[in-house]
């Protein structure tokens, strides 16, 4: 019991026993009137909330990280007297939002303002009830009332523009083709190029080897027709030892919205795309077109959390039937992720290509670089494009032409 209360009680006591013990008529009519002052004061609150009503409007249908976006809250009295000095709060668990306001509504009316939220962090959350809170004008008494449903949003992660982007298979760098099958090329040579040490030494072309002075082998045209993936399977590395936190940015935060954006440009280019996270939840989204799939993504990705056990190989492992139709496989890990070798080796026979989308977790309070692991990565047969969490992800997926041969050095 608060100090207020406490006094609410004490004074009206203190001047009966005094005009008891006084026989004083004035104290005794002033405990009548510090009494009848208390009951109209708690009178006074619980009338102010009757006959009140609330109406707010929907929110946007489709949230992402760094969004805003208003609701009107509509309080209306039905009863034929006035309301005074009304608190009114809209209840939400959305992050960083606090607001209330102050409002009088006259006799049969209503009242209505706009409020403001922003879109923080993803998650599920609720907005409403609103409460409203009523005191006496002797602030004595408060009471309070909640008006109307919570309604559910979602907020997914934010979406980076990657339409520069393009991962495709290795032989369209003119590479050596120490991932992709031989029978993905056509039989014609278009050219010849410089010996890498991840050609077959078959390819040689021994004339131009003696003319230049150096090995050279011959280049072959990539047979489209399979090398051109209609189906983006990405597969997101959630598990908990591979992931850090450097004040309030995390590596799991960076990976997501990578995660977010690549789905969103695929499918925006007409693919079919999926996911598969090693999460708590054991995301498995199979692959689908169109703007329903896109936020069904989101929505998912909103909700994942890290998995302190799940490993990204053991997931892939019992998925394998999945990869099909020789997908374009976009691997988001970090340079601390386990067993992606692994991975590269159980896709080899069933995928089109294999991207690795690296998060250097140096930059986050790990301490393993990612220059070695890309490396290895990329003598795998996978394309490698390491993150840094200062880089522009748009810029650091474009130009892979440049940006291969560093990897290969």
Request: net charge neutral.
């Amino acid at each position: 019991m608060n100090a207020q209360k406490i006094s609410t009680i004490a004074v009206p006591a203190a001047l009966l026993v005094m005009a008891l013990v006084g026989g004083s008529i004035l104290l005794l009519r002033l405990f009548f009137l510090s009494g009848l002052v208390i009951a109209v004061s708690y009178l006074w609150t619980r009338w102010s909330l009757r006959n009140l009503s609330v109406l707010t409007t929907k929110p946007p249908e489709h949230l992402q990280v760094g969004d805003t976006f208003q609701q009107e809250i509509t309080i209306s009295n039905s009863d034929k007297l006035p309301r005074f000095w009304l608190r009114v709060q809209n209840d939400t668990d959305l992050p960083g939002y606090h607001d209330t306001a102050i409002i009088n509504i006259a006799r049969q009316s209503s009242y209505s303002w706009q409020t403001n939220f922003g879109c923080r962090k993803r998650g599920r959350y609720h907005l409403g009830p609103v409460t409203v809170i009523a005191t006496d004008p002797l602030g004595i008494f408060t009471s309070r009332c909640a008006l109307g449903e919570a309604q559910e949003i979602t907020v997914c992660p934010a979406t980076i523009d990657l339409s520069l982007a393009k991962f495709a298979s290795f032989s369209d760098f003119g590479y050596g083709s120490g991932y992709q099958s031989i029978n993905l090329a056509s039989p014609n040579a278009s050219g010849v190029r410089e010996f890498v040490s991840s050609d077959s030494s078959h390819h040689i072309h021994w004339r131009s080897t003696a003319r230049m002075g150096k090995l050279m082998v011959k280049k072959f045209d990539t047979d489209h027709s399979y090398s051109t993936s209609k189906i983006a399977w990405i597969l997101l590395d959630m598990n908990e030892k591979a992931h850090f936190r450097q004040g309030e940015e995390t590596s799991d935060e960076y990976a997501i919205t990578i995660a977010a954006s690549v789905a969103k440009k695929y499918l925006q280019d007409g693919m079919r795309v999926g996911i598969l996270a090693s999460d708590e939840r054991r995301c498995l989204i199979t692959p689908q077109r169109g703007e329903e799939q896109l936020w069904g993504i989101l929505e998912a990705l909103a909700l994942i959390r890290t998995d302190p056990k799940l490993k990204l190989s053991e997931l892939v492992s019992h998925n394998l039937d999945g990869f099909h139709d020789n997908p374009l496989v976009i691997i988001v890990a970090t340079s601390t992720s386990e067993n992606l070798v692994e991975i590269i080796h159980q896709l080899r026979n069933r995928v089109d290509s294999v991207v690795v989308i690296l998060l250097d977790v140096a930059d986050f309070g790990g301490r393993l670089s990612s220059t070695g692991v890309s490396r290895t990565l990329t003598w795998s047969g996978a394309q490698v494009y390491t993150i840094t969490k200062r880089a522009e992800l748009s810029k650091a997926l474009d130009n892979k032409i440049r940006q291969l041969p560093q990897l290969l050095v």
